[in-house]
């Protein structure tokens, strides 16, 4: 009888991946003050997360041994690439011209991503989320967030 150690190779590769990321994530983190439970460092929520993300990569690579998943599937570029597009276009666009163009912006791109994307859905999800977002961090949270700025009429909201 044959018996394979892994048993799913799907959970394997995602698990070491979290575990790189989270590796990366901590040794970029290492110049930075972890601080105290009471008084904090800004490398301690950060770090956090990444132990966190970390011990999930760990717990999936166990299950790859002990349980059997799905197979690893064909990777697509689609999703990732304009995912990372739809980054790349906020970071771009949201000091000029400000939030409410770049949030509809980078989500209409990043929408894309997926095969079953339709423009009308992307059109009215980006409007409506932007405008939940602006009421939510700039009105309710008061987060000092550029809504709307164009130097050339003086706007800036």
């Known amino acids: 009888m044959k018996t394979d150690l892994v048993k799913s190779s799907q959970n394997l590769i ?4 979290l575990i790189a ?3 990366i994530a901590v040794w970029s983190l290492s110049n930075l003050s972890q601080g105290t439970v009471t008084s904090i460092g800004p490398a301690m929520v950060p770090r956090t997360v990444a132990l966190l993300i970390g011990l999930g990569g760990v717990v999936l690579v166990v299950l790859s ?22 980054l790349i276009a906020f970071a771009l666009t949201i000091k000029v011209p400000g939030f409410l163009v770049a949030a509809p912006l980078s989500m209409m791109i990043a929408g894309w991503g997926s095969q079953d994307a339709r423009l009308r859905e992307l ?20 987060q000092q967030l550029p809504i709307l700025v164009i130097h050339s009429l003086s706007i800036r909201i």
């Open 14 to 17: 995602s698990g070491l991946i």
């Open 21 to 23: 990321f989270a590796a």
């Open 65 to 86: 041994l002990l349980h059997e998943s799905e197979p690893l599937e064909r990777w697509h570029v689609r999703g990732p690439v304009f995912v990372s597009l739809g």
């Open 123 to 142: 059109i009215i999800f980006s409007v409506v989320l932007t405008g939940f977002c602006i009421l939510l961090f700039k009105v309710l949270l008061g």
